[in-house]
């Protein structure tokens, strides 16, 4: 039987404020898609974020990896976990737009460039997202 292939999406992004990050960020199943999909257009419409846990919490579970760092009041420099309440300490429209990019691309709303064949003749495992945001 042939196993189900889950895809990695490697998430960037073309403003300048987000294009050092590298975010990569594990597929979900349809139904999982379809448990936080009105999260994800409550997120869209401007809503709470404590209205849309439901869709954070399943990116953070799905994160495979990310290069973000902050500071300290002191200015020394310290990795941001990959945890929920590291995705909290990021600026809100920040976090809204990593963890929107990462659902748009699961459900298929991604730039022609993406999903092209790979050398072997099968799309890649890993999906690069150009988001411009202005």
């Known amino acids: 039987m042939p196993k189900i292939r889950r895809k990695i999406f490697l998430l960037q992004f073309d403003d300048p404020a987000l294009a050092d990050y590298s ?3 594990r597929s979900v199943s349809l139904g999982k898609i379809l448990e936080v999909a009105s999260d994800a257009d409550r997120a869209r419409a401007g809503a ?3 209205e849309v846990t439901g869709l954070l919490e399943l990116f953070i579970s799905r994160l ?6 902050d500071e300290t009041e002191d200015g020394d420099e310290f990795d941001v976990p990959m945890t929920l309440e590291g995705l909290y300490s990021l600026d809100v429209a920040d976090a809204l737009i990593i963890v929107l990019a990462w659902y748009d691309a ?3 709303q991604i730039g022609e ?16 997202l150009p988001m411009a945001v202005g």
């Open 64 to 69: 495979e990896s990310w290069n973000l760092t």
């Open 106 to 108: 699961m459900t298929g």
């Open 23 to 25: 975010i990569r960020v």
């Open 113 to 128: 460039s993406l999903g092209k064949a790979s050398i072997d003749g099968r799309p890649s495992d890993l999906l690069s």
């Open 48 to 50: 709470a974020l404590a």
